[in-house]
């Protein structure tokens, strides 16, 4: 899934100055301190009270604890919090508009300087410009650390102008600068070593062991998507697991205990509850179960039909009845989405796929074609183009002459002009309305760029992601592709509908609980319930009640499968995803609403799954008005702008899938498919020696029988 490097470059503002000794006191001493808490409590009230000793030391620590405080300078809730008596509220607004004005210019500045240094690294992967880049992230940190401890000083909880107080209000809560300056370039390094191991690694292939050059990008994918032997698609999909996983298990333990650290500094419990600050929901986790409960209905049915399907193409051997599926079968490598399988496991196979990539290689596309044609949509409903900027600066093709980060991403440098995108695009359907995505980033980017920096990011991360894939949904209609000569056949007949459907179904629905168990993972890890000793098998637990999926291979803990995904050892938070496909959805009711292409009252109105609001300029300068908003304001008002709702809500992605869902119900009764899954079969123990034994052991039955 593609990035909005937006949250990887922003300056974080600091706390502590690079002189402090902040590694004599243990992090898991530390504990958070709510906003709005009265006092403040530096160490967990952890002691025995009947242990005098104990609490001697105790005692001492605190003292220890308050004199650290002092020498920081770093004020008390209180006195944050306590109104400026000697000033008058006429020079408190002029104080905190002069504040802002010289802060932002800070901001900006530093955070353009970080982005270049980033840039310069992911599309260059080489040592000079990681120097480079972690010493551009230090030096931003001691320039902000000043910053933090001026906004902790001002007494801006008293400004009557709410937009001010948010903007204090994101300026006080710290990222991992907060760290110590040893612990922050440890930090920093860390994250950039495992994102050199996971975009500079090798394989060997299947057939011919002596070539070892098959990078993830565009190799592995490739046969992920086209091959459909499943002992190949096995071998791919264990070596991809050593050459990544495997070497970066010790880097992530490590990264999570920086991290954590980083967010008790913060004053949150732990990396999770610092990661949930951005959604402003007091009960984040619950709602995004809520919302799964939801849908879960219809995953359980689509499936249980693919399922029936790929036990139809490779046997019952291989794929049971009632168990999960294999991981190495459904054309993706981490099985976040199925699409790739949609060719034999397609409802009505005599209907036209649509799938519009051999046209596109037919038509002479290349990248920068599939760029100016997602752009050409942005323009028709009145968004802006793209700077000529982007055109100059972005990497829309894979380099030959050197190591980059692959991973699709949009870039934005603070400076209101320079935007980019780099990718390694691929001539086919999916790059094509991944462009889509990444180019809804930088509108986001344009449409918010006269905002204050610190607002300069969506209204939640979600929403982010959001943009771009509002307007594939829009872009991959056999309507709209038939108008831009892509399609010849745009048939809305049952069959047509449901296997257009079928197919949006195997990204859109299928990629919800993997979305879910990759920050349900991390959070149980940031919250110590998953510790290294048992990563593994944790992952496999929850990949196996989520998306009812099994390794094609019994699992240990000396494999690390989490770390063969991009955004865990990228330091990337992935429920912005699930958020984004939940919204959009939200979002792309509203706009056909809005384009008068559809009626919810009417049942003879063009159904949602079927609107296209390509070049209808009532729809995109509704959208307008909530990008131009960026954080500005919380996300529901964001919301509420577009929808005229305030909460997240599934019902918009349940009607566009109806037909589907029905279509799915019915046929599974006719089958009589088992709907769910039995315990799977692949185990997952603590080393790769029990794996040893157990297979030495299960040999020597076999002669013996």
Wanted: overall charge negative.
């Amino acid at each position: 899934m593609a990035d909005n490097k937006n949250d990887k470059t922003k300056v974080d503002l600091g706390l502590l100055e690079e002189d402090d000794e902040f590694e004599e006191f243990p992090a898991e001493d530390w504990t958070a301190v709510d906003e709005d808490n009265e006092d403040i409590s530096v160490w967990e009230d952890n002691w025995d009270d009947d242990d005098v000793e104990d609490d001697f030391n105790q005692q001492l620590r605190l003292l220890v604890a308050a004199c650290v405080v002092l020498a920081w300078g770093i004020p008390t809730p209180e006195e944050a919090k306590a109104p400026d008596a000697s000033k008058e509220p006429e020079d408190l607004l002029k104080r905190a508009t002069e504040f802002l004005s010289r802060v932002d210019k800070q901001y900006a500045e530093w955070s353009n300087k970080q982005s270049l240094a980033e840039w310069d690294y992911a599309s260059d992967l080489n040592s000079d410009k990681l120097a480079k880049k972690l010493n551009v992230s230090l030096e931003a940190a001691r320039i902000q650390k000043s910053i933090w401890t001026e906004v902790n000083a001002f007494p801006w909880k008293n400004l009557k102008d709410a937009g001010m107080r948010r903007q204090f209000l994101k300026l006080s809560v710290l990222g991992p600068a907060a760290l110590p300056e040893d612990l922050h370039r440890e930090y920093e390094k860390i994250i950039s070593d495992m994102e050199n191991i996971y975009s500079t690694a090798k394989i060997c292939d299947y057939k011919n062991k002596n070539k070892c050059d098959l990078a993830l990008e565009p190799e592995l994918t490739e046969r992920l998507m086209e091959s459909r032997d499943p002992e190949e698609l096995k071998y791919i999909w264990v070596q991809w697991r050593k050459a990544t996983g495997e070497k970066v298990k010790k880097l992530y333990a490590r990264y999570v205990e920086l991290s954590n650290m980083a967010a008790r500094l913060n004053n949150y419990s732990d990396n999770a509850a610092y990661w949930m600050k951005d959604y402003e929901v007091d009960a984040f986790p619950e709602e995004i179960e809520k919302l799964w409960q939801e849908l879960k209905p219809f995953y359980l049915q689509l499936h249980a039909y693919v399922r029936r399907e790929l036990r139809k193409k490779y046997g019952e051997d291989i794929i049971s009845k009632d168990g999960p599926i294999p991981a190495h079968l459904l054309g993706n490598m981490w099985a976040q989405t199925w699409s790739n399988i949609a060719d034999f496991t397609i409802p009505y196979p005599g209907k036209q796929l649509p799938d519009v990539s051999n046209a596109m290689v037919e038509q002479g596309y290349n990248a920068t074609k599939i760029f100016r044609v997602a752009e050409d949509f942005f323009t028709s409903i009145n968004l802006t183009a793209m700077p000529d900027f982007f055109w100059e600066r972005s990497i829309l093709e894979k380099q030959k002459d050197r190591e980059m980060i692959c991973h699709a991403s949009a870039w934005d440098f603070y400076d209101g002009q320079d935007f980019r995108i780099k990718q390694c695009t691929r001539i086919n359907m999916e790059d094509l309305m991944t462009a889509h995505h990444e180019m809804g980033h930088v509108e986001y980017y344009l449409q918010y760029k006269n905002q204050p920096t610190v607002f300069k990011e969506g209204a939640n991360p979600g929403f982010h992601e959001a943009v771009g894939d509002v307007i594939a949904l829009s872009a991959s209609t056999p309507s709209h592709l038939k108008s831009i000569n892509l399609l010849k056949d745009d048939a809305t007949d049952k069959e047509a509908i449901i296997n257009h459907l079928y197919t949006k179904g195997l990204d859109k629905i299928v990629f919800l609980p993997f979305a879910y168990m990759m920050d349900k993972w991390r959070w149980n890890v940031f919250q110590g319930q998953v510790t290294p000793d048992n990563y593994n098998c944790n992952w496999w637990d929850l990949i196996e009640s989520f998306q009812g999926i099994e390794a094609p291979v019994d699992r240990s803990e000396d494999d690390f499968d989490p770390g063969a995904k991009y955004h865990i050892i990228a330091d990337v938070e992935y429920i912005r995803y699930y958020v984004s496909f939940i919204v959009q959805f939200q979002f792309h009711k509203a706009l056909c609403i809005e384009a008068k292409q559809y009626d919810p009252q009417n049942p003879n109105s063009k159904p949602l799954h079927q609107c296209d609001i390509y070049n209808n300029k009532a729809a995109g300068n509704l959208l307008k008005s909530m990008l131009e908003l960026g954080s500005s304001k919380p996300w529901q008002d964001a919301m509420e702008k577009i929808t005229g709702q305030r909460n997240m809500d599934t019902a918009g992605l349940l009607e566009y899938f109806k037909p589907l869902t029905d279509w799915l119900t019915e046929e599974n009764k006719k089958t009589n498919e088992y709907i769910g899954w039995k315990p799977r079969a692949k185990q997952c123990v603590q080393t790769r020696s029990e794996l040893e034994v157990a297979e030495a052991t299960e040999t020597i039955k076999v002669i013996e029988e």
